[in-house]
């Protein structure tokens, strides 16, 4: 009995045994499958915060709107002189008079298009990387925007849209000039194409100074002009001719003042404001220079060598403007080399061809300064450092000059700490200094020297 009564007993402890363990099982699985289910859904919904803390830091604020009550100023500013020898001080023909009024309507909307395409252009430079911090504000909460570079190629290309567009309404397929204005406009757009490798993959210095004398060269195999130049009259009696005829010599200094135009302006920088603003200065003395040459000249080819300049820079001081509302301090945008160079190029071929190299490089006198002061370090006599700027102070604002051969540290160490604002506005004040200087200079010199 007792056997029978222990089977059964045995056999019912051995079937509830069974069954606890289906039910461990079960409760495992169970277990299992809540733990996959608990460790599934924060990978499903953890990414989310990330993704959006990702796209904030991702996507930068948009840039700073223009300054369009600067540019307002300096535009009537700049055509009061404009307007009064076009239309009140000069008689000039109305062909030639149509030509330069087309080619500034043009140049508006040129000033209109580039305002409205900077920050469109700054959004993908940004994706790309292309951003810099300003130095001269570093220390500030300033110094750690990401301020978008190369913008200046903005400029470039609106440029050559223009002055392609021009052609239309003034050359024909036969005109004496179509030649050499699109060997001058196939030069600028090359130097805008390596300026803006030179942004990129940042070359050295000893490869800048060869990148113009590159870019000039379709501008020299098309040079169709004359090689000659005049002697100045005290000179006369030593030389024993008025007309000397230079050559080949006179192409290569033709390629050495591309090389200057282009590198002055590049290495006179490093504050918000100055390689546009000595631009728009410059540009507007040529713009001046050349409607007076044509009012004064009965020399229908000497006419058409001025107006020519001033189909070139018209379009550029309109688009110069537009990126100097951007680019004027607190600067949004960077111009880099590409603005640079194409800023140097333009104005060495409208220099070239218009027959008054002279001239322009008395606009250029700052920047003669400049490479003067700066030639012992780009030479490598003195240590030069990658950036040769003054030295911020972040407690008091102020820039104080270095021992840098710089024309903006020499100014700094000459008239004591300032702003960077300050000191732009001071610099470009000497570079409108320097360009009636060259005016009053031709006005005394005018008969006596030429």
Known sequence: MQQRIE??????????????????????????????????????????????????????????PPKKGLIFNLCLFFSIPYFYLLFQRYTIEQDLKRSILINAALS?????????????????VLKRSLFGFDINKKG???????????LGIVVGIVFLVLAILFQYFNFTADSNWLVEYNAALASICFMILLGFVDDVLDVPWRVKLLLPSIAALPLLMAYAGHTTIIIPKPLVSYVGQEVLDLGWVYKLYMGLLAVFCTNSINIHAGLNGLEVGQTVV??????????????????????????????????????SLALLSYNWYPSSVFVGDTYTY????????????????????????????????????????????????????????????????????FYLRIVGPKSEKSLCIHLLFVQALGCCFCFMLRYFLAGWYK
């Open 342 to 409: 194409f800023a140097g190029m333009t104005m060495a071929v409208v220099g070239i061809l218009g027959h008054y190299s002279e001239t322009l490089l008395i606009f250029f006198l700052p920047q003669v300064l400049n490479f003067l002061l700066s030639l012992p370090q780009l030479s490598g006599y003195v240590k030069c450092p990658r950036h040769r700027l003054p030295r911020f102070n972040p407690g008091t604002g102020l820039l104080t000059g270095t021992r840098d051969g710089t024309l903006v540290n």
């Open 140 to 150: 500030t909460p300033q110094g750690t925007v990401k301020v978008p570079e190369s």
């Open 282 to 319: 410059i540009a507007s003395a040529i713009l001046i220079h050349n409607i007076m040459q044509i009012g004064a000249s009965s020399d229908p080819e000497y006419k058409h060598a001025h107006a020519f300049s001033i189909y070139l820079v018209q379009p550029l001081l309109a688009t």
């Open 108 to 124: 508006v909307v040129g000033f209109f298009l580039t305002q409205r395409m900077i920050p469109v252009a700054s959004r993908y």
């Open 7 to 64: 089977t059964p007993q045995r056999k019912f402890k051995g079937f509830e045994t069974n069954k606890t363990l289906q039910r461990n099982r079960a409760a495992a699985m169970a277990a299992c499958k809540r733990a996959s289910a608990t460790t599934a859904t924060p990978t499903e919904t953890k990414p989310n915060p990330p993704q959006t803390q990702e796209t904030t830091t991702q996507t930068d604020p948009p840039i700073a």
